[in-house]
């Protein structure tokens, strides 16, 4: 994944050489390289916040000294939003719109603007659960828009697609698993136009797709709904595939090295969760990209939600919805602990330096020592009222908990800033 250094003018500080943040997971896999990362605020400390349109559950993305925010809006979702703010004022500097080819009524249990754009020097690239798929420039320029529906279909996935972008140099790539048939790809960043694409069994699921090197070799990684695949992101193909797995439907696997971290998520009550537990596993990964035939090691408590799992230096994080962060041991899979935090997380953990940030849904972000000891360096809020996760839960609608607002849904973190979004507000912390 390309990445750019840019400067950034914060307040009196001077300027500052500072790291991009592309991406859904930043690098893909929780790990961006930002130093002097805020450690604790408030509601009264931020550096700035703003209302945004609609609403959104994608993550920010920043580059340049902008943040690109999405979200959608109106009675069936018919408008897509693409938005731009200064990262040192909050200031917003553009917002375009995109209609909708696939409408349908937003309600807390259908995806509202979920998948996460991808930036880089040439552009900004957005995907819609409705099927828009676009290419911005920097300052808001349109430059090609294509609708998948359009193309190749309705997409019929429940509660609608929730998979981000992922990107090489040259190529944007985009997973859309549904009922209907289902397919993984390739965009030409300059033309919009297919490199290639990979059809793939009919499946549900919200995982995204993660990019990595092997050499001068670029990777895909996909765990999705019955399966972990590796692709050649070059051609297509379809390199090892692991199948011993279930209900990894939402998180994203994550690699590092020759190691891949599945998560999955608990199953609906009464379900068996000795099928969850396995499926939260270690596989090996060779040099052509060939995943091992058996995992090296299952959970043994742990399990994932909408969150997925990081790894860190010689440790696992999985985090789940009810405030439950267990660390094991990248090796062995052995359990150095599990603590009760103060909120449950929907936004993935992110590595910073020695630390570990934790994004509660409910606004609360704890930040713990990253290592195999727990020590709990820090506690924050971006909202004053936040809501216990039994107060903030609403009567079941659609067959799914419903969280009240605000939730904490994404974040990017770049040297000496973290922004993070609700819904319907964009936040700013900056270090002092």
Known sequence: MSRAFVTLLLGVTPLLAVESYSGFRGDGNGRPQAKNVPLKWSPDTLAWKVSLPGYGQSSPVIYDGKVFVTAVEGPNKETNLVLAFDLASGKELW??????????????????????????????????????????????????LRSLVKDYGEIKNGHQLGSSL????????????????????????????????????????????????????????????????????????????????????????TVLGDRVVVGASDPPRGGDREVTLKSCCCLSLDSSGKLGEKA??????????????????????????????????????????????????????????????????????????????????????????????????????????????????????IDGVIIARSGTELFAIREK
């Open 95 to 144: 917002r375009k719109t995109l209609p909708a080819t696939q409408q349908v009524k937003p309600s807390f249990s259908v995806a509202r603007a979920a998948p996460t754009p991808v930036v880089d020097a040439n552009g900004l690239f957005v995907f819609f659960e409705s099927g828009e798929l676009a290419k911005l420039t920097h300052d808001g320029k349109h430059v090609w």
């Open 166 to 253: 992922a990107q090489s140099e040259d190529t944007i790539f985009t997973l859309v698993d549904h009922q209907g048939p289902s397919y993984l790809l390739a965009v030409d960043k300059k033309t919009g136009t297919n490199r290639w694409k990979a059809d793939r069994k009919s499946r549900i699921s919200w995982s995204s797709p993660v990019t990595f090197q092997q050499g001068d070799k670029t990777r895909l990684l996909i765990s999705s709904a019955g399966s972990v695949d590796v692709y050649d992101a070059a051609t297509g193909e379809l390199l090892s595939t692991y199948t011993d797995v279930k209900n990894n439907n939402v998180p994203s696997a």
């Open 296 to 413: 090296l090691w299952h959970s043994e408590k742990a399990t994932a939600s909408f969150a997925s799992p990081l790894i860190y230096q010689d440790c696992v994080y999985y985090p789940n919805t009810v405030g439950v962060l267990a660390c094991l041991d990248l090796k062995s899979g052995k359990e150095h602990y599990s603590q009760r935090t103060p909120g449950g997380c929907w936004a993935s953990p992110v590595a910073v330096g020695d630390r570990i940030y934790l994004f509660g849904r409910n606004g609360v972000t704890t930040v713990v020592q990253a290592g195999p000891k727990f020590k709990l360096l820090a506690t924050s809020k971006f909202w004053n009222e936040v809501q216990s996760d039994t107060a903030a839960t609403k009567p079941r609608e659609g067959g799914m908990a419903a969280f009240g607002d605000p939730i904490l849904y994404g974040v990017a973190l």
